[in-house]
Each structure stands twice: as structure tokens, then as C-alpha cells.
């Protein structure tokens, strides 16, 4: 593949990812009544993650990826997770053929109503939800506190 075709595609790939950011933005704002904000210069700047709140500092870490072929086990391995630091959790949301769907830790769902799969990746005990079911998490988080 020549250089500037790989240009492209990276460019192409960006702007899908930027995309998609402020598209779960404007959805968790919906649904959490909460104000959320894509990180500036997503992935290469000193704020962890790839959307935060401005309303209220979760202690966790979102990272979006919008590609049908994601490998779990590498996003919960690459460099750039917070997994070393004991104050953040790292919440994966990303794109299932149209759906949005959540990844988080397993200790984080106590309520036994909400849908959800159980699965183990890597040495975490990890969680599927829902992003609908994900905000509802959310906000009984933001009660508590």
C-alpha cells in the first residue's frame, strides 16, 4: 500500500472515531441528562480516555472504538489503558453492527434487573450491557455520591 493511501485510510479512521465520539456523547447526554464532552484531541492528549462528563467525574476511563472487528483481549492489554492506576476503570463502548453495547467490570453492576452477559477477558471479569442500561448504572452512581 502506498504512503498516501495509507494517509487516507488513517485520516478516514480518525474521522470515523471523532465521529462516533460525539455520537455517544449526544447519546449518554440524552439519556443521563448529563453534559458530555469528547476529549480534545482524543487518544494524544494528557486527559485520559475518549469522552468525559462535565457534569460529574466519574472515576472511570471511556474509550470508544467503532469497528466491527475488534479484538477484546488487545483493547484491555494495549499501552495506552489505565489499568496501573487504581483510581480509574477502564469502560469500553463500542459499536456491535449497529448497536451500542458496553465492556466494564464486573463489580461495577449490582443491580441483578438489568440485562446483561457475563464474560471473562484477559484476567478481568468483565460485563456486557447495553449503553440504554449503561446510563441507568450511571445515574445510580451519581445518586450515591
Do not use: H
Amino acid at each position: 500500500m502506498e504512503t498516501s493511501e495509507r494517509s487516507k485510510m488513517g485520516k478516514r479512521n480518525r474521522r470515523k472515531g471523532g465521529d462516533y465520539e460525539r455520537k455517544i456523547s449526544k447519546k449518554l447526554a440524552k439519556l443521563t441528562s448529563f453534559r458530555w464532552s469528547r476529549v480534545p484531541y482524543s487518544g494524544a492528549s494528557y486527559i485520559p480516555g475518549d469522552v468525559i462528563s462535565l457534569d460529574f467525574a466519574f472515576p472511570f476511563v471511556f474509550e470508544l472504538k467503532n469497528r466491527e472487528d475488534i479484538d477484546m483481549g488487545k483493547v484491555f492489554r494495549a499501552p495506552y489503558t489505565l489499568r496501573d492506576l487504581v483510581s480509574y476503570e477502564q469502560i469500553l463502548i463500542f459499536n456491535n453492527y449497529g448497536q451500542d453495547l458496553v465492556l466494564l467490570p464486573s463489580k461495577m453492576v449490582s443491580n441483578p434487573e438489568l440485562p446483561y452477559a457475563k464474560l471473562q477477558l484477559v484476567d478481568i471479569e468483565c460485563t456486557l450491557i447495553t449503553l440504554e442500561n449503561f446510563a441507568k448504572i450511571l445515574m445510580e452512581i451519581k445518586n450515591e455520591k
